[in-house]
């Protein structure tokens, strides 16, 4: 068995593990075709390890941002979630991507409640319904499909690297 096939995550492992993490890195094309990339908090879809892809992902930003600009130019990205301080304790996940732009406000506003609901203690989203419900307008939704996913989890391999 290969060193790669030693680290890579099984399905479930895959779900788990973009469940417990809080923020991707989004990697568009920029207009010069070098890659824009943005940190952005999301929210797991359609867990199913048995699914092909297991899951999908997530999140919103200002219409008029640069990653939003960069995906209606070319639907495509790639995500990253990464974790570990050293070599032995390195985790992640890359996703290529097919990204929908969500432009429904109630649906925006949708994707907006349910990153409030992840992300902000129990009892405060309530407080945060007229703020994004009144941000909606101005944002997109995205919707990531993974076309392929590569994961790593060196934890697996104990001292032996």
Known sequence: MSRRDETRMSP???????????????????PNGRPHLTPLWYVPRDLDPDADPPLRLTTWTYGKSQKAVNLRRDP??????????????????????????VTDTDAVAAIGLDL????????????????VTAQAPKRVGLVCTPTKIVSWDHTKLGAGY
């Open 116 to 131: 409030a609901r992840r992300y902000t203690p129990e009892g405060e989203v309530d407080a945060l319904r007229q703020a």
């Open 76 to 101: 495509r990205a790639t995500l990253l979630i990464e974790s570990g301080d050293s070599y032995d304790q390195l985790r992640g996940v890359s996703m290529e991507c097919d990204v929908e732009l």
């Open 12 to 30: 479930e492992e895959l779900v788990r593990y973009v469940t417990e993490r809080t923020v991707i890195t989004l990697a568009t094309l920029g």
